[in-house]
Each structure stands twice: as C-alpha cells, then as structure tokens.
C-alpha cells in the first residue's frame, strides 16, 4: 500500500536530499556548545552549499515539514543516545496506519508498518528501497526491517516504536552532532530510467547499488578527485566539500584539532 498523497507530497520535498556526515564535521568546526542545527538554520545552508545532514537532520527536518502539513508524526529510532544511533519518522495517515518515513537510509518512499496486511506476511516488498527487496516484521522491540540485496547480502536495521519525546530526540541528536567518526560517509538516491539507484561515498571508496548488484567506481585518490566526484552525485558547493573532506583527511592523520 502506497502512502496516502498528503504524505508522499511532504515526503518528495526531499528526494534529492543525501544524508551525509560532512555536514556535521564541518559544522562541528564553526559552532559552539550546541552541534545541532535548527531547521531554519538547515534551510539557510541548504540554499548557500546545498548540503542537508545526517539522519537526524534529516528527520528533524521532515518532522517540520510534516508539522507544517498537519500530518501527525513523531521520532522514532534505534540506539538513541548512543554513538550508533538512527533516527526516523513515523507518519501516520487519517485513519490511524503507521508509515516509516526514513531519509536517513535513503528510502524510496513511506513504507506502511501494519504487519495484519497480506503483504507483510513474510513477503519481500521491491519500490521502497534502492537496489534492494525489504521484509518487515514485528519484533519484541518494535519492528525489524530486513533488507536482500542482489548477491544474497542480508541486512536488518531494528525500529523501536514508541513515540520519542521531541525533547529527548533533540537531546539525542545534539549528543550525535558531538562524535564524529573518523570515515566519511556520503548516500544518494539516484533516478535512473528503470529504477532508483543508491550511491555511497564509505570511507574514501564509493560504488552504486542496484538491482542487478554493487557496481564498485574507479579507485581515485585526490582530494581534488573526490570533490568533483562527490559534487557531480550531491551537487554539493566545492569550497564546502574541500573543507569538510579535508578535515575527515586530518582526522584519519591524527592532526586535527
């Protein structure tokens, strides 16, 4: 089932948004005490760079667009407070039904977390995810996402249901802004004729996901090199990719401050 119209319109605000963690490293190095960014401040830099974030601001982001709608929605994640932690939203329609809203992995679109539905009884579900099938089931702590991948590669991220307090997911988040982990990570959706594609920047290696499997890009090793590659994916602005990408390169040396 797919999300009611008046979600998918909020939803398609962001399809051209990556999540990425070179945000929050070069964020990190111009604020003071308080790491996370508003939403007005996400826009500003939005229009300035065209950057956006990582998952949680990202879901922060979609949380006030669905605000702004009049949509019901509320955080959702796994890990929160913790270094691992994700972040998500759950939309829900007018008659009550549950939909994962998930920019920070990159999702198609909403998927509907009612597990009485046909679909859901052990089905794998294509649409929702780039280059690969989903299987959704209810788990003791909420709901368990599984994701087959073209090689037989599994995956599984875990949804903890229960609404979050915005206050604690604000506090959750600006923990997130705080630790910074030494690979850069860049995900992109990409519409291609057939399918949406997934891109990913991981740790100075890059490759595309499809549904016929990895495709691995070309191993390069400039700085200068991975700007012009990351910016023809995110169109990101290129003095902003020097800076962030130049702080991962200290960090990995040891030298940053």
Same mark, same amino acid.
């Given at each position: 089932?797919?999300?009611?119209?008046? &979600?998918?319109?909020?939803? $398609?605000?962001?399809?051209?948004?990556?999540?990425?963690?070179?945000?929050?490293?070069?964020?990190?190095?111009?604020?003071?005490?308080?790491?996370? $960014?508003?939403?007005? /401040? &996400?826009?500003?830099?939005?229009?300035?760079?065209?950057?956006?974030?990582?998952? #949680?601001?990202?879901?922060?982001?979609?949380?006030?667009?669905?605000?702004?709608?009049?949509?019901?929605?509320?955080?959702?994640?796994?890990?929160?407070?913790?270094?691992?932690?994700?972040?998500? *939203?759950?939309?829900?329609?007018?008659?009550?039904? @549950?939909?994962?809203?998930?920019?920070?992995?990159?999702?198609?679109?909403?998927?509907? /977390?009612?597990?009485?539905?046909?679909?859901?009884?052990?089905? $794998?579900?294509?649409?929702?995810?780039?280059?690969?099938?989903?299987?959704?089931?209810?788990?003791?702590?909420? =709901?368990?996402?599984?994701?087959? @991948?073209?090689?037989?590669?599994?995956?599984?991220? *875990?949804?903890?249901?229960?609404?979050?307090? @915005?206050?604690?997911?604000?506090?959750?988040?600006?923990?997130?802004?705080?630790?910074?982990?030494?690979?850069?990570? =860049? %995900?992109?959706? /990409?519409?291609?004729?057939?399918?949406? =594609?997934?891109? %990913?920047?991981?740790?100075?290696?890059?490759? &595309?996901?499809?549904?016929?499997?990895?495709?691995?890009?070309?191993?390069?090793?400039?700085?200068?090199?991975?700007?012009? $590659?990351?910016?023809?994916?995110?169109?990101?602005?290129?003095?902003?990719?020097?800076?962030?990408?130049? #702080?991962?390169? @200290?960090?990995?040396?040891?030298?940053?401050?």
């Amino acid at each position: 089932m797919e999300a009611p119209e008046e &979600m998918l319109s909020v939803w $398609r605000q962001f399809d051209d948004f990556p999540m990425e963690t070179l945000t929050k490293a070069w964020y990190y190095q111009r604020s003071g005490e308080q790491k996370q $960014r508003s939403v007005e /401040l &996400m826009k500003q830099h939005h229009d300035q760079y065209g950057i956006t974030g990582n998952c #949680f601001d990202l879901a922060i982001w979609l949380l006030a667009a669905f605000d702004g709608a009049g949509i019901k929605a509320y955080p959702v994640g796994s890990g929160l407070g913790t270094e691992q932690a994700h972040a998500a *939203i759950i939309a829900e329609d007018r008659d009550g039904r @549950r939909f994962l809203c998930d920019l920070g992995d990159q999702w198609i679109q909403p998927i509907l /977390l009612d597990a009485d539905r046909p679909e859901f009884q052990g089905g $794998r579900l294509s649409g929702f995810f780039p280059g690969a099938e989903v299987q959704v089931k209810q788990t003791d702590k909420g =709901v368990e996402v599984i994701y087959y @991948r073209p090689n037989g590669k599994q995956s599984n991220q *875990i949804y903890e249901m229960e609404p979050v307090e @915005r206050a604690d997911f604000l506090e959750a988040a600006e923990y997130s802004q705080h630790h910074i982990h030494p690979e850069p990570l =860049v %995900e992109v959706r /990409l519409w291609e004729s057939s399918e949406t =594609v997934h891109w %990913e920047f991981d740790n100075w290696k890059s490759f &595309m996901s499809t549904s016929t499997g990895l495709y691995r890009d070309s191993a390069i090793e400039t700085l200068e090199e991975w700007i012009e $590659r990351i910016h023809d994916k995110t169109h990101y602005d290129k003095e902003f990719l020097k800076e962030s990408l130049g #702080f991962y390169q @200290r960090l990995n040396l040891g030298s940053s401050e």
